[in-house]
């Protein structure tokens, strides 16, 4: 949220399960993160997210794909339900949740392209990832009403990596509806398209500018976003982003704090149009976890760079006899495959 909502051409940690799915196959290591949000009057959002990088080559053969389970949680505010009672005339009320939801997803991510193109005599370096989430989505309206459905989300990241600049497109909770009754309501479909510019700047520190456009298709609203984060030695992070062209449209700000494996991240909204709201998440990364390495079976040199090199005679001293040479034990034969275990 400090920058914006600008995350689907970035999409590099667990976070991005929820935003692009492609972003999943660029885990390196396991990685666990918790979320809280809280916005507009009593609503809240909580959301749980694990992932790690699998231990084989993933289809494209082109690394090792990545696998996240996620659970988001939602919760929009109360509502306060009054009855009147026409014989006493006492007013009874009740207090229940105005809307729940919870998510539950399996994201896979993985590499399916890495190779150098020449365009105009530049040597560019494109890499490109794809992903795909498979949700399940309960939804309860007044404590009373409650529905289910199944939905995907997909992504695509294409990264050039010598200007350090990433393409993404995403498309979030597409399915054919949700069914309260007898009443069918559609998924808030998303479709997110991203751009994203990284580079370096002094010692070890860089700068990331991100910029997004959101189409939701069910309601036919869109979104601009923008955002800038300033790595400062790997240690803390400075965020800023604006939201344009949407009805809670104004500044964001953030703050991350790593620490070795662990890290915290705070954001905030500021002078929102309608309401402000605020996240904290904490992020841990299992570091001296190591996946088994993969390796493809290794063809042997050719029979003419194995056979044995003729070895050469000793001459004979002119005070001795000339020894026998003991003959020479017939070499091994070698195996045309082997296997390798991971």
Known sequence: MGMGG???AV???IYSANYNPAGIGQLYIPEASAMYLS???DSKLQYLAAGLPLPAI???GQGKPGLAFSALFSQNGKFTHRTLDFNTGNVASASMDADTTRVFAVTYGEKVYSGETNIEGYQAKFEQYLGLSAKYIGSELLGTYSASALAVDAGWLV???NLGLTFGAAIANYGNGIKYRNETEPLPSILRLGLSYERPTIMDQSVLLATEYDMYMSEGLKSLRAGLEYDFEKLFRLRLGYKFTEDNSG???G???RYENFSMDLAFSVSNAVFNSSEVSFSYKF????SGEYKKNVKYRDQEEDRPQPRKTIQPSRNEPARPMKPKAAPVKKDSDFFMLY
């Open 6 to 8: 600008a995350f689907v």
């Open 11 to 13: 999409a590099d940690d």
């Open 39 to 41: 916005g507009f009057e």
């Open 58 to 60: 993933g289809l494209a």
């Open 159 to 161: 990264r050039e990596s």
């Open 251 to 253: 500044l964001t700000s």
């Open 255 to 257: 703050l991350g704090i």
């Open 287 to 290: 570091s001296d976890w190591h």
